[in-house]
């Protein structure tokens, strides 16, 4: 109990020190880095809730494969007159002062109605074996579904290429 | 387990954080990296209440949104390569074309 609190507390400053560092950075480079950190602060908090394939599929295709695209893309683009002008918009504080809005009003609507689920206590149940259990519910409960994201990757692999070609 | 409230906390501030940066940065591709923190956010609450539930079905709805993540990064990315052509810039507030 007391290693289960220290690793989320430690995960948890982790992911939100990161993120708040990869907003705040000019550089582009440096906030892939800080996002690649804050992604495997949250792989961490899902190992912590036992869900070990999430926590492998984490790795393996955001940190693996969307953040090298990213790298990829910052490298094509040239970035030299981006890093030496305002990092922020015109309408920064407004946005930023909305966006806190919308956070006090979310914690809010949630201490006051969030005790209708009871989600202050903390559950008994024990996970069942992870990556098996998951493998079974994909390939049976949840098989058009799978099909149709299989679908949708395929179109979106179509799109990036025809979007990126130089001549259509 | 901790008590589901604390995920749920720490997926809000993500989530608030990701939209801080999707409204107030100029650079595309940090507005990009910021829609994944929120995505990754919405991913922590289905994790935490797969684990409240003791199913896996919230896991399975996790691994469509990292698809879906993963489709809207290369369809986004490829989007900024074609205009990056056309017009050089990364920055949002110059992309005005369709602006009256």
Redesign the interface.
């Known amino acids: 109990m007391m290693l289960?609190?220290i690793l989320?507390y430690f995960f948890?400053v982790l992911?939100?020190g990161s993120?708040?560092l990869?907003?705040t950075r000019r550089n582009?480079v440096h906030?892939?880095v800080f996002?690649i950190s804050?992604?495997l602060a949250?792989a961490g908090?899902?190992l912590q809730?036992?869900?070990e394939?999430?926590f492998v599929?984490?790795i393996i295709?955001?940190v693996g494969?969307?953040m090298v695209?990213?790298v990829f893309?910052?490298m094509?683009?040239?970035?030299d007159?981006?890093v030496r002008?305002?990092?922020?918009?015109?309408?920064?504080w407004v946005?930023?002062l909305?966006?806190?809005v919308?956070?006090g009003l979310?914690?809010v609507v949630?201490r006051s109605g969030?005790g209708a689920f009871n989600?202050?206590?903390?559950?008994v149940?024990?996970?069942?074996p992870?990556a098996e259990?998951?493998g079974t519910?994909?390939f049976q409960?949840?098989f058009l579904?799978f099909e149709i994201?299989s679908i949708?990757?395929l179109?979106?692999?179509i799109?990036?290429?025809?979007?990126?070609k130089?001549k259509i | 387990m901790l008590p589901v409230s604390y995920y749920i906390y720490l997926s809000l501030a993500l989530f608030i954080i990701g939209v801080i940066g999707v409204l107030t940065r100029r650079n595309v591709i940090i507005i990009l990296m910021s829609i994944e923190l929120i995505l990754n956010a919405v991913n922590i609450n289905l994790m935490a209440f797969s684990r409240m539930w003791g199913s896996v079905d919230g896991q399975i709805f996790a691994i469509f949104i990292i698809t879906d993540a993963a489709a809207e990064a290369a369809v986004g990315l490829g989007i900024i390569i074609a205009f990056f052509r056309n017009r050089p810039t990364v920055l949002a507030d110059e992309m005005d074309l369709l602006k009256w």
């Open positions: 289960d609190s989320f948890a992911a939100v993120a708040i990869m907003v582009a906030s892939a996002l804050t992604l949250t908090i899902f809730l036992q869900a394939f999430l599929v984490q295709l955001y494969g969307i695209l990213f893309v910052i094509l683009v040239n970035l007159v981006a002008q305002m990092k922020f918009n015109r309408q920064s946005a930023g909305l966006a806190l919308l956070g979310a914690i949630f969030g989600l202050m206590a903390s559950p149940t024990t996970m069942p992870n259990q998951v519910v994909l409960k949840y579904p994201a949708l990757l179109v979106a692999m799109g990036a290429v025809v979007m990126a130089r």
